[in-house]
């Protein structure tokens, strides 16, 4: 439904409908109103392709100067609110100027899509990809009705996935040996490792592991930093002492990771740490942060 | 070493009382070495003491490497332009063992003290984000404030006043 705010009744309903809605896996995403939507989920790569069903209101007929369907992938930042930069941009003209009396379906198709970047949902940020039809009037004002899609790109598993592994200490205080399985971890992957107590001359009295997410937006001295801790989980509770070796085991699937984006279109880079944190009795915290790659393993469906 | 400081610059307003005369002093104190065999880096204990409201209460303790004070000089040198800002003692290229002794520590420890506090109490260079951001910020933040080529793997830890 598209509506006109005010003294105006909307002059016609514009459909956009997917080829394969039906069979296409839907995802849900959060409107601006704040309702959850479902939408299709694409790649990159792929065809997308439809129909728009045109029908006028109430016996009226609709003149226009042309319709037409575009596809934009679009990077909003939110202190630039309503400032789209679109990344994408692909046109379809569906109809020559002319008028519309009763309903008008007209197919449309945007092959092997270039959708090199995921949609992404940040705290100052938000990548989105939408389908905007478009008709062409002058003076009553264009109607336009948009189509939100998902897309979600997705990595093999890596070929060199090595551990992390590092000593790190305060002299004289606190030494310990920090390890993590992998370096890159999928969505829904999990991590093991290990802390090793080398030297302990501290009351300690817990320790944490933190997943960490830092959205940064802008470049250079304009850069834009949103940090949001996504999970705490509490490795050890007590006093290790030196030659103690406590596990690690966290799964990744219930937290709401996204895949790390690196300098996307040069506006917004994501990026994940593990920080591991520990605390003495006196409550002064130490902590380690360690950057991980998180990546989207295709789905075995 | 507290040093107070005059009011405004050639303000026509009455004189302050001393109670409420803008100070800002920093001490650089107890070092400690962080890191590990491989790569360990000397950081300071860093005292603030102010009554300036643009900082977070009255006494703060950082701990702050060499180099963060390195590069809040060359900030202050871009950014003020026509004010003498301290110039930059020599980062010495030598042996990493002189480089951990007791000497070499204190020396930089003092040329640090002295350093910081003229900034410290220069009327201009007092109001600077940079320097307040130097004294101020937490460990976490303070570590992605850095440039990339000096990512440092290290324990660090957040101090706090006794």
Request: hydrophobic share 35%.
């Amino acid at each position: 439904m598209n509506y006109l705010i005010g003294a105006f009744k909307p002059s016609c309903n514009i459909s956009i409908t997917f080829a394969d809605g039906k069979s296409r896996k839907q995802v849900p995403i959060k409107k601006e109103n704040g309702q959850t939507v479902m939408v299709p989920l694409f790649q990159s790569q792929e065809n997308i392709s439809g129909k728009i069903s045109i029908e006028p209101l109430q016996g009226k007929k609709v003149e226009h100067n042309g319709v037409k369907i575009e596809l934009l992938g679009q990077i909003e930042m939110y202190f630039d609110r309503g400032n789209f930069y679109d990344f994408t941009s692909l046109v379809r003209e569906l109809d020559v100027p002319g008028e519309i009396y009763e309903r008008k379906t007209y197919p449309f198709e945007f092959s092997t899509v270039e959708m090199p970047y995921e949609t992404y949902n940040g705290v100052n940020v938000r990548l989105r990809y939408v389908l905007k039809v478009t008709i062409s009037r002058g003076y009553g004002g264009s109607i336009v009705e948009y189509q939100d899609f998902v897309v979600r790109n997705y990595t093999p598993p890596p070929e060199i996935n090595t551990s992390i592994k590092m000593e790190v200490g305060i002299e004289d205080c606190l030494h310990i040996e920090f390890e993590y399985n992998k370096s890159k971890y999928h969505l829904k992957d999990v991590i093991i490792g290990k802390i090793y107590f080398l030297l302990v001359r501290i009351k300690i009295k817990n320790m944490d592991l933190e997943i960490r997410r830092r959205e940064s937006t802008g470049s250079g001295a304009n850069t834009h930093v949103e940090t949001e801790t996504l999970a705490k989980f509490e490795l050890m509770d007590g006093a290790p002492v030196r030659g103690e070796s406590i596990p690690i085991r966290l799964f990744l699937s219930p937290y709401e990771l996204t895949p790390t984006h690196r300098n996307i279109n040069n506006k917004f880079s994501v990026k994940y740490y593990l920080n591991l944190v520990l605390v003495d009795e006196e409550d002064r915290r130490y902590f380690k942060q360690q950057e991980i790659t998180v990546y989207r393993l295709p789905e075995t469906s | 070493m507290i040093s107070t400081q005059q009011s405004g610059s050639g303000s026509s307003q009455s004189p302050r009382s001393p109670s409420t005369q803008p100070f800002l002093s920093v001490s650089i104190t107890d070092p400690i070495k962080l890191g590990n065999n491989v790569q360990a880096y000397i950081f300071y204990h860093v005292i603030t003491k102010t009554n300036l409201p643009e900082y977070q209460g009255q006494e703060k303790i950082v701990i702050r490497c060499y180099n963060d004070f390195v590069c809040l000089r060359d900030r202050l040198f871009e950014k003020y332009k026509g004010i003498f800002v301290s110039p930059r003692s020599s980062k010495k290229e030598c042996w990493r063992e002189v480089h951990f002794s007791a000497e070499f520590i204190k020396m930089r420890r003092q040329a640090l003290d002295i350093f910081v506090n003229k900034i410290a109490s220069h009327h201009e260079l007092q109001q600077s984000e940079d320097l307040r951001t130097l004294l101020q910020v937490d460990e976490e933040t303070m570590e992605k404030a850095r440039p990339l080529e000096e990512i440092m793997n290290i324990l660090t830890f957040i101090a706090i006043l006794k």
